[in-house]
């Protein structure tokens, strides 16, 4: 079955230390996964996606598929940076897909 | 641009009510999906809407329905309501194909007396 799990509801980590933010996935198929970021107050938002490999507010994430995970990392946290994070996969079932998310992770960035 | 519009933002009901919430996509996007976020949880695909027809579907009852407009707004229907069913309702819309990101709303915070 389709799964995605973050094994952390909560990360709390000091301002300028390295942040790692776990996803793991079971697909049977090519996996198409991002990573949403909810701020305090605001609406659910893309963060980036693997297929851009792309840096994001200086994120990154590489899809390891021998691994099935899609870690999100940043070398140096920043209080910014405190929110909801959640890992998705797209499941293409119908013309567009759909998302199945993982659970979230909240992430606290400490002064 | 407005980005995608949910209403209302706060609805209270009572079992075995029925509600209908309201979503107008981001403009230029034709595919409407929802879902549903219960506290504590990530959002869970309900149904997702495209040329005015329900296209894919999540493991939800007959009690969860939809409609899509010819100007890509859409409804969520809710029937026979349960205490179970409060939660974050969220409506994402896309465009150009199956590869094209979602972009969300900030959703129905749908309470259950």
């Known amino acids: 079955a389709q799964r995605v799990t973050q094994p952390e509801k909560l990360l709390s980590v000091f301002k300028g230390a390295p942040v790692e933010l776990k996803c793991n996935y079971s697909y049977s198929g090519s996996p198409e996964l991002f990573w949403y970021v909810q701020y305090s107050r605001q609406r659910l938002q893309l963060l980036l996606r693997h297929i851009s490999r792309e840096s994001i507010k200086g994120f990154t994430a590489d899809l390891n598929k021998g691994e099935t995970s899609f870690h999100l990392k940043k070398p140096f946290a920043q209080e910014e940076d405190s929110a909801m994070y959640y890992c998705a996969l797209k499941n293409y079932g119908g013309s567009q897909g759909n998302l199945i998310f993982g659970k979230g992770t909240k992430l606290s960035v400490k002064p | 641009d407005a980005g995608v519009t949910q209403s209302p933002t706060h609805l209270i009901k009572t079992r075995g009510q029925q509600v209908t919430l309201r979503c107008s996509p981001k403009s230029g996007h034709d595919t409407v999906s929802w879902y549903q976020q219960a506290l504590g949880q990530g959002p869970q695909f309900i149904f997702q809407y495209y040329e005015e027809e329900e296209r894919q579907r999540g493991n939800f009852p007959d009690r969860f329905s939809g409609h899509q407009f010819p100007n890509y707004s859409s409804e969520l229907n809710v029937n026979a309501l349960l205490l179970g069913d409060s939660a974050l309702y969220l409506c994402?819309?896309?465009?150009?194909?199956?590869?094209?990101?979602?972009?969300f709303g900030d959703g129905t915070r749908l309470s259950i007396l």
């Open positions: 994402a819309s896309s465009s150009g194909g199956a590869l094209q990101p979602q972009h």
